[in-house]
């Protein structure tokens, strides 16, 4: 698995930035393209404009937070995580 993070200070041509090279980059499978957007409104806009050009199944649009609570789970299992992030589970 390779991971790129690209940032900068004009969404625009970062997100276009972003969808030609992950397009070109990652993989087939579902979920294959993790674009990490904090502004939930911005969430559903950004999946839309993915889907105008590439596969629809291989984005995943989340925040930060989500990314990390469902990678807490993944290594304590479940009900095992308890931080202000994620929850008291």
Same mark, same amino acid.
């Not at 276009?16 to 090279?21: G, L, P, S, T, Y």
């Not at 050009?53 to 995943?60: E, F, G, I, T, Y």
């Not at 990390?68 to 589970?89: A, H, K, M």
């Given at each position: 698995?390779? *991971?790129?993070? /690209? %940032?900068? %200070?004009?969404?625009?041509?970062?997100?276009?930035? *972003?969808?030609?090279?992950?397009?070109? +980059?990652?993989?087939?499978?579902?979920? %294959? *393209? +993790?674009?990490?957007?904090?502004?939930?409104?911005?969430?559903?806009?950004?999946?839309?404009?993915?889907?105008?050009?590439?596969?629809?199944?291989?984005?995943?649009?989340?925040?930060?937070?989500? /990314? +990390?609570?469902?990678?807490?789970?993944?290594?304590?299992?479940?009900?095992? +995580? %308890?931080?202000?992030?994620?929850g008291d589970n």
């Amino acid at each position: 698995m390779t *991971v790129t993070f /690209l %940032s900068g %200070s004009a969404f625009e041509p970062l997100q276009e930035a *972003v969808f030609k090279r992950a397009g070109t +980059v990652a993989g087939n499978q579902p979920e %294959s *393209v +993790v674009f990490l957007e904090a502004n939930d409104y911005r969430q559903p806009a950004i999946a839309d404009e993915w889907a105008a050009v590439n596969d629809p199944l291989r984005l995943r649009v989340t925040d930060f937070d989500d /990314l +990390v609570c469902e990678y807490y789970e993944r290594l304590g299992g479940p009900g095992r +995580v %308890s931080t202000p992030l994620c929850g008291d589970n």
